[in-house]
């Protein structure tokens, strides 16, 4: 079974930008793995910002994007706020199964 | 507006089994895809399985292959996840997700513990 790998922390200062991956054991990943990433902050359920790769959804700051980066998907903040503080999960495609990253704990500091 | 509501969890001893359910409302159910998530305390989320619209195509991932089965009621608007040897890493908040992951239910809890 594949594994979904992302950074299990980052930092960023506030009005700064940082840029999270999710890559996938199996090789590059591509727009067919259809990337998700979600936004979960504690004793919440999570919150989804982006899917199959850039798409937004109405709720998703435009401060957030994703995108495909060197084999990896990526989201991307511009102009960090301190409400973006929280666990940021990936989510693969695989043929029909999904898998989850590990979670980046991103700290606004 | 969009709601899921999840209901069924509770505590049960491992090897038993346990229903839940995840009541939809405020959509058009029937067209939807669907998903169950679960979280174990403190950890990661885990996608858990998929049931297409018709309930024609289904997935699950390999943690839970063979001991759950996913399906739903489009009539009741209704999505179940059956659970069946449940085990102590089962234990989790379990979460409904329409489709692409747009719309999460609240959560129910499932505790596997002797």
């Known amino acids: 079974q594949a594994v979904v790998t992302q950074e299990p922390s980052l930092t960023v200062s506030p009005g700064g930008t940082v840029t999270l991956t999710c890559g996938s054991s199996?090789?590059?990943?591509?727009?067919?793995?259809?990337p998700y990433w979600f936004q979960q902050k504690p004793g919440q359920a999570p919150r989804t910002l982006i899917y199959?790769?850039?798409n937004k959804h109405s709720w998703t700051p435009a401060r957030f994007s994703g995108s495909l980066l060197g084999g990896k998907a990526a989201l991307t903040l511009s102009g960090a706020q301190p409400e973006d503080e929280a666990e940021y999960y990936c989510?693969?495609?695989?043929?029909?199964?999904?898998?989850f990253g590990g979670g980046t704990k991103l700290t606004v500091l | 507006e969009v709601q899921l509501v999840e209901s069924g969890g509770g505590l049960v001893q491992p090897g038993g089994s346990l229903r839940l359910s995840c009541a939809a409302s405020?959509?058009?159910?029937?067209?939807?895809?669907m998903n169950w998530v679960r979280q174990a305390p403190g950890k990661g989320l885990e996608w858990v399985s998929y049931?297409?619209?018709?309930?024609?195509?289904?997935y699950y991932a390999d943690s839970v292959k063979g001991r759950f089965t996913i399906s739903r009621d489009n009539a009741k608007n209704s999505l179940y996840l059956q659970m069946n040897s449940l085990r102590a890493e089962d234990t989790a908040v379990y979460y409904c997700?329409?489709?692409?992951?747009?719309?999460w239910g609240q959560g129910t809890l499932v505790t596997v513990s002797s």
């Open positions: 989510l693969l495609s695989y043929s029909g199964a999904r898998l």
């Open positions: 049931i297409s619209s018709s309930g024609s195509t289904i």
């Open positions: 199959d790769t850039s």
């Open positions: 199996t090789g590059a990943v591509t727009s067919g793995h259809y």
């Open positions: 997700a329409r489709a692409h992951f747009d719309y």
């Open positions: 405020g959509f058009t159910f029937s067209s939807y895809e």
